[in-house]
């Protein structure tokens, strides 16, 4: 049981449960049985939150988000039992109280009430609105707002549990009230100071390196950014900076591992230290006991990146070479495939219901999204808007990804003028996605064709927002939506509707598998299908789908020559 402390930002004027139910039971109107529901949903959520429904506010969004903390994953026990609980609250807060209060805080002051109104920007003041709330309740004016009441903040919001991330809203806060004291007249000068962020990591920071050893990574690295085609053992072509990034993590997490295993930082002078054989083996030991002595593609990635080291930067002879190579080969997974958790989120998808309700969660989304749109337009109702085109953009992203599965982060910056071009066939408006191959992971060009169908569907989504130069999927000012923004958004869809887990990358994995259990013999056109140049590779992923339903062809084959042959011999 989780008892949640009670908030120093809630309106005392809010009701609890507990009067909700006895306001409730007096309308006379409600049946005996519904009303026998709710409280066994009021005593449920007590027991979960640890308050009583004396203490509980009936306020739908903060019994709601403290619920959804309680919330069993997908497929998980006790998820129906919450849902009707959730839904029980619901009606009994709506039916007392009507569409209640917007927000959960005590009036303002007159004085931070003032202050309120100074803020046109929307986003700004919701940043700030708890902030503001909590500076009321506690009788601190704006001018005396400091560092001392900031901490005060983070104290009360951490105990409170309101917040899922408070860290991350607390600096939301601070930010929002720095940008208004050089955008708003009249607001407190006073600055708030803002901490850099805290980064949870074991190994060591960069600059406790020796200055030599950080020199020879940065010659490395740089190396690795330029092109030598000329060169007779220089990279071919410059890698991406994401890929140059990796590569920078990977050898100061190597140089840290080392360290962590007994070597003195000091000593650590260069990258020829580092892969020298005894050292190269006492880090790659290290990583691998911190992994339970699992191997991982990841930490074979790593000594693969060292032994590039050696051979190119290093210069290491032959001998030593050999060495790196045997010991990097105990780490090779012995698992080859899509890996565990892959297949385990792709199991659900057998069901055939499952699997419909996805391929029609696009069409089902645009519809809700038009009606939604429509009630926005109505009542002026610009949250619903916006809620509506978030469902919009939901519905193309799915669609694309069922019949082009582009990694993410060629689908969130798809631009209208660059890689989409309509083409008429047949009297029907079909769209080719071509994504060039300076934007793709593989450095392989992409080509697809979407069907009349899809583009029709799309279309009627992005009548429901506006693409800003030519994003199909905006963000904010002129520029595409955040990769995580946007990947966030398809994965709780998916999973709240499907009751599965979920994430957009399995978007690939499931259009090849669908495809090879029609076509067990297609590797080659699912290597397509799904961009990757590495035949390989696909076949090592998916060479178990195939395999399955060959099995079941041979099975077939077996039960006919059965009933073929019941009636002889007999």
């Known amino acids: 049981m989780n008892c949640i402390p009670m908030s120093t930002t809630i309106d005392p004027s809010v009701i609890s449960l507990g009067q909700a139910l006895i306001n409730l039971i007096g309308r006379g109107d409600i049946p005996h049985g519904r009303i026998d529901r709710v409280k066994s949903a009021i005593a449920k959520a007590g027991r979960l939150l640890g308050r009583s429904p004396d203490e509980l506010p009936a306020h739908l969004p903060y019994i709601m988000r403290h619920l959804n903390r309680m919330k069993p994953g997908p497929g998980e026990k006790g998820r129906k039992t919450l849902a009707n609980t959730k839904s029980e609250l619901r009606f009994l807060i709506r039916t007392v109280t009507g569409k209640g209060q917007k927000s959960e805080f005590a009036p303002l002051s007159p004085a931070w009430a003032a202050l309120r109104a100074h803020v046109s920007d929307q986003p700004v003041l919701w940043k700030l ?57 009249g607001w407190p000068q006073r600055p708030l100071h803002l901490e850099p962020p805290r980064k949870h990591r074991w190994t060591f920071e960069e600059s406790r390196f020796c200055e030599s050893f950080q020199r020879d990574v940065s010659q490395w690295l740089d190396r690795l950014g330029r092109s030598d085609r000329l060169g007779e053992d220089g990279p071919r072509r410059a890698l991406r900076p994401t890929t140059i990034k990796h590569r920078r993590h990977q050898i100061y997490k190597a140089a840290s591992a080392l360290v962590m295993s007994g070597l003195s930082i000091g000593d650590l002078t260069s990258l020829a230290v580092l892969v020298e054989p005894d050292h190269f083996k006492s880090a790659l030991q290290y990583l691998l006991d911190k992994q339970d002595g699992n191997p991982s593609e ?43 958790r892959t297949e385990q989120r792709l199991e659900p998808f057998e069901d055939e219901r499952v699997l419909a309700a996805l391929l029609r969660l696009p069409k089902a989304l645009v519809s809700e999204a038009e009606t939604l749109s429509i009630k926005a337009r109505k009542n002026n109702k610009k949250t619903i808007a916006r809620f509506a085109a978030v469902m919009a953009q939901i519905a193309i992203a799915i669609e694309i990804e069922t019949f082009a599965p582009l990694r993410l982060r060629n689908l969130t910056r798809l631009n209208l003028n660059q890689h989409i071009k309509a083409v008429q066939i047949d009297r029907k408006t079909h769209w080719i996605i071509k994504v060039p191959r300076t934007e793709t992971k593989n450095r392989a060009a992409l080509t697809y064709f979407l069907s009349p169908k899809s583009v029709t569907l799309i279309k009627r989504a992005m009548h429901l927002y506006d693409q800003k130069s030519g994003w199909l999927f905006p963000g904010r000012g002129d520029s595409h939506k955040c990769e995580k923004a946007l990947s966030d958004q398809i994965k709780r869809c998916v999973e709240r509707r499907l009751n599965v887990r979920f994430n957009v990358h399995l978007f690939r994995a499931l259009g090849a598998t669908l495809h090879l259990k029609e076509n067990p013999n297609g590797f080659e056109s699912a290597m397509v299908f799904v961009g990757d140049r590495d035949a390989k590779t696909v076949r090592q992923s998916y060479t178990h789908v195939a395999d399955r339903h060959l099995i079941a062809s041979a099975q077939n084959t077996i039960l006919k020559t059965r009933s073929r042959l019941s009636g002889v011999g007999g």
Not at 147 to 161: E, N, Y
Not at 306 to 332: C, M, N, S, Y
Request: charged share 25%.
């Open 129 to 185: 609105s708890r902030f503001m709330a909590f500076c009321s309740t506690t009788g601190v004016l704006p001018e005396k707002v400091d560092d001392g009441v900031a901490q005060a903040f983070r104290r009360d919001l951490i105990s409170s549990q309101d917040s899922d991330k408070p860290e991350q809203h607390i600096r939301a806060a601070i930010r929002a009230w720095n940008r208004c004291i050089s955008e708003y007249q």
């Open 298 to 340: 990841a930490l074979f990635g790593l000594s693969n990146a060292l032994r590039a080291v050696a051979t190119h930067q290093v210069k290491a002879a032959q001998p030593q070479l050999d060495t790196l190579r045997r010991i990097a080969a105990g780490l090779e997974p012995e698992e080859s495939g899509l890996g565990v």
